[in-house]
């Protein structure tokens, strides 16, 4: 029993009294919502570039495969198409 009272005194309150939930019990709450709110800003703001960018990959990609194809389609080849190089 008296080991009890003793360890409710070392944690920072008396024997006996409740800890309060109003805002005065946590200053610092006020801080780690904005953080959270940053982090979820920062986090939806780096998906948008990820899937912008991916898009744009995608688009290039559809971009050179129709060339190719239309390259491939025409009978012509890279090195038909080429000037030839004047040998001096």
């Excluded at 990609?61 to 060339?67: F, K, V």
């Excluded at 025409?74 to 030839?84: E, M, R, V, Y």
Aim: net charge positive; charged share 35%; hydrophobic share 35%.
């Amino acid at each position: 029993m008296i080991m009890r009272r003793r360890l409710s005194t070392f944690q920072g309150r008396p024997a006996g009294e409740q800890a309060s939930s109003g805002p005065k019990a946590r200053p610092d709450q006020a801080a780690r919502n904005a953080m959270k709110a940053d982090r979820a800003r920062d986090a939806a703001l780096a998906t948008q570039e990820y899937e912008a960018e991916k898009r744009a990959v995608l688009a290039n990609t559809e971009r050179l495969r129709a060339l190719r194809l239309a390259r491939e389609a025409g009978g012509g080849t890279p090195a038909t198409t080429k000037k030839p190089v004047k040998k001096v």
